[in-house]
């Protein structure tokens, strides 16, 4: 039998003045965070410029995929010539940088929907309606309203909302299909599979629920998945679809061999050798050791008789360290891990310095644009490291 923590000596309970700190302190990240979005707004340096132009972010991506489909050439998305006409089309001026559209067909259903919405508004709706989806997907894992305060101080909601990203929707699903695992497994295949249109945070669940014996999540996700892609495939026409896997190759070069993005915002172990000069064979190396070490520390903790909270912290960093294509703002999905660490914390007492390094990542996700290198890579293993803590601390004792 596993002991809880707070059967541990020097484990401290929350106290109520201690929770309402918390609650004081995330309401007022969330505050300065809207602060600043609105002084970028009225400098001229997010959304509208000082000549009145439109700014350049990811959001345009999806905005002008969208019109190419209304426009009846959703195969069109995936040629970057045509998507980046779409683009400037879309802002109204021009402007050099590109912003590919990579994503699977299914996300087309998303941008046609959000193209038929004025560009403007288009974001503004899109922001509203994916944001409030994970700020309850954190309320119900912290199982407070502690987790909706922590929705909005969390650095990476600024950067996701500044960007007009779906990374509201990537940690939603993630957190869905986690938190309705034991209770409503097909819900949780539902939601596992709708990730299809980002596979690459996906990589790990098949393992885990093998490995676990989920079967009904795994056949719903499986089904679900196949389902979106022929829904798409229908709705699309398959030009659309091989439009999409010759572009794949096109993209990894550009990302992963050429750097065309910026090594140093890919927020991963490969971003970071590439960023501080290693070459790509070498960043692989250890990409590809970290992705194999990460699957087996999480099947294992899996296999292993601690809380729940901790398996499903372990899986969500477990996707984030496996991939290399992962940027700041899909590290909404950090912040899945920190609310099950929250609330273990909450119902048996917080670890000494735990909450000190919770903030500390925190801040390492905040500081990212000043750093010039992927710091969001430590707050992940930041992360990682208290939940390996709190998981062999818990075995020592059982």
Known sequence: MTTHPIAIANVGGPTAGGLRS???????????SGVFLGASLFKGAWLIDWRGFAV??????????????????????????????????????????????HYPPPFLFVATELARLPYFAAFAVWMAVTWPVFALTLRGIVGHRLGLLFAGAFPATLWNVAAGQNGFVTAALIGGT????????????????????????????????????????????????IAVALASWVAFGSAAWVAFFQAAPMTAKAVLSDGMADF???QSLFGLIRALGGGATTAWAFQITAALASAAGVSIIWRRPVPFELKAAALAVGSLLITPYVYVYDLTI????????????????????EPAALVAASACILLFPLAGIPTGLLAILVVAALILRRVSVGERTS
């Not at 918390?22 to 300065?32: G, I, K, M, S």
């Not at 991506?61 to 683009?87: C, F, T």
Request: with cysteine.
């Open 22 to 32: 918390a609650e004081q302190l995330c309401a007022a990240v969330a505050l300065a």
């Open 56 to 101: 350049p972010t990811d959001f345009v991506n999806v905005w002008a995929a969208g019109r190419l489909v209304l426009e009846g050439h959703p195969a069109a998305a995936y040629d970057w010539s045509i998507h980046k006409q779409a683009e400037i089309e879309a802002l109204g001026h021009g402007f050099d940088v590109y912003f590919g559209w």
């Open 178 to 225: 986690l938190l309705l695992l034991d209770r409503r497994p097909v819900l949780a295949g539902i939601c596992l599979g709708i990730l299809i249109y980002k596979p690459q945070f996906g990589l790990l669940f098949p393992l885990v629920l093998a490995v676990a014996g989920y079967w009904r999540t795994f056949a719903t996700a499986t089904a679900v998945g």
């Open 264 to 266: 140093a915002k890919l």
């Open 334 to 353: 950090l912040a899945l891990p920190m609310a099950f660490l929250i609330c273990l914390g909450l119902r048996t007492g917080f670890y000494p310095k």
